[in-house]
């Protein structure tokens, strides 16, 4: 993944909600970057979650995280995330070196099961470090290889723009405007939808392999 200098942002939330109408849950490989390991939540990074999430600044950002959060959230997010049960892949951020936990990140499978919603959020301590860039390309790249889908989803609050830049570095393209329901401050606001095709993936990668072999 590359790196986002100026990044503090959150966007949709990890979210273990379950539906029937869901498709059946795919598996969620561990995913290692050059700095970050991407894996399933559990129950050690209960209280790190708790304390990361309960923080204004990221349940305005999202919406699905109640404020203030405690640790009886952490615990039904980490057992509910578990489950999988609507298609979901939640997964904790953690520093490959160290094990710390920076937020977490997500992929929701669409009704229709050939698209995916991504969602993620950084703890504010972790800002302006390129985490959340990192994460997602982690999680685009993964999703495209081992999914048979035709694009991924994505929304930010138009007062967000950190979390913009995350998304249109990574090569999501916006599609329009809309509202969507805040948990944590019980009201709608505006968000931006973005949206990143298979064929657009296809040329990044082809892209990126072509930089690398000028650069050999």
């Known amino acids: 993944m590359r790196h986002d200098p100026d990044g503090d942002p959150a966007s949709e939330p990890c979210s273990g ?7 059946t849950a795919f598996d969620c490989p561990v995913l290692l970057t050059e700095s970050l390991v991407l894996r399933a939540p559990h129950a050690e990074d209960i209280d790190a979650i708790a ?4 923080n204004p600044a990221i349940a305005t950002m999202v919406s699905r995280i109640p404020h ?4 009886g959230d952490a615990e039904t997010f980490v057992r509910t995330s578990a489950t999988r049960a609507n298609g979901n892949c939640v997964y904790a951020i ?15 499978t669409g009704k229709d099961g ?17 985490i959340a860039t990192e994460a997602v390309h982690a999680l685009v790249d993964m999703a495209f290889r081992t999914r048979e889908i035709n694009h991924i989803d994505a929304r930010c609050r138009v ?7 995350v998304l249109q570095k990574s090569g999501f393209q916006f599609q329009g405007s809309s509202m969507i329901d805040i948990l944590s401050i019980n009201a709608s606001v505006a968000v931006e939808w973005f949206r ?21």
């Open 196 to 216: 990143l095709d298979r064929k657009t993936w296809i040329s990044l990668i082809a892209w990126s392999n072509d930089a690398r072999a000028r650069a050999v």
């Open 159 to 165: 007062i967000n723009p950190a979390s913009r830049r």
């Open 51 to 54: 304390i990361l999430a309960d």
């Open 114 to 130: 050939r698209s995916l919603e991504l969602g993620y959020w950084i703890g504010e301590p972790f800002w302006r470090r390129g």
């Open 94 to 108: 953690t520093d490959a070196e160290t094990g710390q936990l920076y937020g977490c990140c997500s992929l929701e």
């Open 17 to 23: 909600t379950e539906s029937l109408e869901r498709p």
């Open 68 to 71: 203030p959060y405690g640790r």
